[in-house]
Structures are given as C-alpha cells and as structure tokens.
T-cell receptor, first 114, second 119 residues
Framework: DSGVTQTPKHLITATGQRVTLRCSPR?????VYWYQQSLDQGLQFLIQ???????AKGNILERFSAQQFPDLHSELNLSSLELGDSALYFC?????????????FGPGTRLTVL | AQTVTQSQPEMSVQEAETVTLSCTYD???????LFWYKQPPSRQMILVIR??????QNATENRFSVNFQKAAKSFSLKISDSQLGDAAMYFC????????????????FGTGTRLTIIP
C-alpha cells in the first residue's frame, strides 16, 4: 500500500458525460501528479499540483481540468467524454522537499466510456 | 524533451533464472533520476528501484539491481532468481530534479516490457 488513495476504482459512463476522479496523497506530500494510461498511448503525464497551485501541465486536453484543495486532496474533472478517454487514471504524490524524487502511485481509477 | 525507450516489448525467463530488461533514454541534463516501476495484473504501479544520476554506484534492492551507464544513457534492470510473482509489466521512467521554480518533475515513461516467468 503506497498510502495514496483514489476513488472510485471503476467508473462506467456514456459519451458526453462528465466525471470527477478523486485522489488523496500520502500524509505530508504536497505534490500531486495525474497520469493517464491508455492502451495505445502508454503512461502520459497530465498535470501536477504543488501545495494547491498548478505547477506543470502535460498532455492534458482542454476538456479536462484539475484542482488541489487546501487539505491537499486533488480532483481530476473530465467532461464531454469521448470513447478515447477510456483509460486508467493514476494519481501519484511525492514529498515536499528537494531531493525527494520518488513518486508513489495510487491504485488508479479505471474509466470506461460507452 | 526527454525520451525513454524500452526496445523489448516482451521477455520471458525460467523461474530461478536471471533476466535483464533494457532501457535507454535521451536527455541533455546532467542531473536526473531513473526508476523502474512494476505493474502486475492488478495494474498497481509499484516502485522497484531508483537511481540518482550523480551516483556512480549502481542501485540494488534485494534480487533487483541496475546497470547504469551514464555516458551511454543506458539503465537496465537485472532480476536475479526470478520468481512467479515477478511476472508483470516493467516500466522504465525518467525524472528531472526538483528545482524550486522549474516545475518539471513529471515522470517520463518508456512503453514497457512484459515479463513472463516460466515455471
């Protein structure tokens, strides 16, 4: 158990819908990262938050947004869902100080868009 | 931008034998971190081993060790005494160091190697 939690584990929805994925980082970790793992794209970085502020953006679609709350949990919002958004979405967290480089992954949320 | 290449989509090894998974990367940075993550059928991403680029010594974790060749930009994973529980996808990953105002600490992954253990 990495200490990172993600809910829900599975999500099945229809095209055009909107969903919210939730992540709670390990205790004390200030950085949260979101990654998408799809069959044909591998693991891709979406976005990073650090202590409530967006720190880096990767290949995140405009239909997707995220935020990190004062209690440091993070939510990834996916809207106008398309079939191609079906994937495993991981959240990872890492400690707040320089030199602590390891990211610890949650169990992931499997999103299926029908 | 950094890239990570795993040229072996699939590997297999007999139980109790040794196997080496290959990874190469491309970067212009002198300081960075390299990781191997394991993804079993449960799909959980599990850290296997990490290497800091400024350290000459190869990292080891029990039956897992790496061969880090900085000049060649190569980072291979050796699994000794392979066990059935080692069967998984293995991902090599690269990360830039934390710089206070830089914001480039994402992991860049290779495409993975599926390891099968033959009983």
């Amino acid at each position: 158990d990495s200490g990172v939690t993600q809910t829900p584990k599975h999500l099945i929805t229809a095209t055009g819908q909107r969903v919210t994925l939730r992540c709670s980082p390990r205790s004390g970790d200030l950085s949260v990262y979101w990654y998408q793992q799809s069959l044909d794209q591998g693991l891709q970085f979406l976005i990073q938050y650090y202590n409530g502020e967006e720190r880096a953006k990767g290949n995140i679609l405009e239909r997707f947004s995220a935020q990190q709350f004062p209690d440091l949990h993070s939510e990834l919002n996916l809207s106008s869902l398309e079939l191609g958004d079906s994937a495993l979405y991981f959240c990872a967290s890492s400690p707040p100080v320089a030199g602590t480089d390891t990211q610890y992954f949650g169990p992931g949320t499997r999103l299926t868009v029908l | 931008a950094q890239t990570v290449t795993q040229s072996q989509p699939e590997m297999s090894v007999q139980e109790a034998e040794t196997v080496t998974l290959s990874c190469t990367y491309d970067t212009s940075e002198s300081d960075y971190y390299l990781f191997w993550y394991k993804q079993p059928p449960s799909r959980q991403m599990i850290l296997v081993i990490r290497q800091e680029a400024y350290k000459q010594q190869n990292a080891t974790e029990n039956r897992f060790s790496v061969n880090f060749q900085k000049a060649a930009k190569s980072f291979s994973l050796k699994i000794s005494d392979s066990q059935l529980g080692d069967a998984a996808m293995y991902f090599c990953a690269y990360r830039s160091p934390w710089i206070s105002n830089f914001g480039n600490e994402k992991l860049t992954f290779g495409t993975g190697t599926r390891l099968t253990i033959i009983p």
